[in-house]
């Protein structure tokens, strides 16, 4: 089994907090020359999952309800035309919330190959909303949930943030119990990180932004949690909680070590125990692309990578590192950060908290 990835590079303007591969929009010839690029470069490395059965297929970016969705269809056919991919194959499309339209959701219902949503609501409040740069008000949200109702859309994902300064506990608990009183299936919380390169974090070097302490985001993290695993969300991975079958089937099977295929700028694959990511930028994907060259760099991982991503990725989830598989782990300096159950090693809430330092003390 193997997944399918299509990075859609474009958006409106960019969040502050934001580090992934985005451009602005400007006009819709570049939409069609984006297009036309990532048909070729889908023919290109079809050869590569010859022989591969794809479960999951991810328009993810960037912001992909920016192409029409006519877009989308003929990516999806493209993909169908070249690769074996399951009828009832898991198809995600993240849609940013001022995008929603009846008429879009009618679109994505008629074509069949829809049957997961991903937005990212962000915040359920206005201050929050302005705080992170976001372009969409909580009327937004409220007409994105309401129109997965209208249409029959039962699988989706909403993202929310937390750890920024001015969002109170009150303000968390009140969105939370928004989420579960609607029964939103998937709930990605992420804790609000500043990369190099952002706008948040050039704020952050002039003084313009102050940064929460450790304790502030440790109190929300625990929050949420105690909030969603009472409701019967399942807390699966460090930053996801699901309802019963509702987890991703695409990002757990990055945790798993499934092979998957990345295409558009910026994306990244992983197969027969090597690691690729194409060329970062959209002119320098262009000019590859328009000789019929693929634009990647890799990585063959060495059994010392393989051993620690082993680590990194199991850690992550609920389910934990199967002991048998690292026996030279050396974990009991951070025991108390552990569970150990049924021959698998597990970090608790704490340990989630800090597993970046933990994971990293654990490397070969």
């Known amino acids: ?56 297929v991810y328009f993810g970016g ?17 993909l169908n035309d070249n690769f074996n991919i399951l009828k009832n194959a898991e198809c995600t499309l993240e849609i940013n919330p001022e995008h929603v339209t009846d008429e879009y959701f009618s679109l994505m219902k008629q074509s069949g190959f829809i049957n997961r949503l991903s937005t990212g609501f962000q915040a359920m409040d ?10 969409h008000t909580v009327k937004d949200n409220y007409r994105y949930l309401d129109l997965c109702e209208k249409y029959g859309f039962d699988n989706y994902s909403v993202d929310y943030i937390f750890g920024y300064e001015g969002l109170s506990d ?17 709930i990605s919380v992420y804790s609000l990180s500043i990369e190099e390169n952002t706008m948040f974090h050039r704020k952050l070097l002039k003084g313009l932004l102050n940064k929460p302490q450790d304790e502030v ?35 757990s099977n990055y945790w798993n070590f499934t092979p ?17 990511w194409n060329c970062r930028t959209l002119p320098e994907y262009f000019k590859q692309i328009e000789k019929k060259q693929l634009c990647f ?7 010392e990578d393989i051993y620690n991503e082993k680590i990194m990725l199991g850690l992550r989830t609920s389910k934990g590192l199967k002991l048998s598989e690292v026996p030279k782990l050396d974990y009991l300096k951070f025991k108390d950060y552990f569970i150990v159950e049924n021959g698998y090693l597990k970090l608790n809430l704490n340990g989630w908290f800090i597993s970046d330092f933990i994971i990293s003390e654990l490397f070969l």
């Open 1 to 56: 089994m193997s997944g399918l990835y299509i990075h859609i590079p474009f958006c409106v303007k960019k969040c502050g907090y934001c580090d992934f591969y985005s451009v602005k929009k400007t006009n819709d010839s570049i939409l069609q020359k984006f297009l036309q690029a990532l048909i070729e470069e889908i023919k290109l490395k079809a050869y590569i999952f010859e022989n591969q059965i794809v479960e999951t």
């Open 62 to 78: 960037g912001t992909p309800s920016l192409l029409p969705f006519e877009y989308i269809e003929e990516i999806f056919k493209t």
């Open 126 to 135: 206005d201050y929050g909303l302005k705080y992170l740069g976001r372009n």
């Open 170 to 186: 009150s303000e968390i608990l009140r969105s939370m119990k928004l989420f579960i009183d609607k029964k939103i299936p998937h």
């Open 217 to 251: 985001f440790l109190r929300q993290f625990t929050l949420i949690d105690s909030i969603l695993t009472s409701y019967g969300y399942n807390h699966y991975e460090i930053s996801n909680y699901s309802l019963p079958q509702k987890h991703s089937q695409h990002n």
């Open 260 to 276: 998957y295929l990345g295409f558009g700028p910026s994306a990244h694959s992983y197969y027969n125990n090597s690691r690729s």
């Open 297 to 303: 760099e890799h990585e063959i991982l060495t059994q």
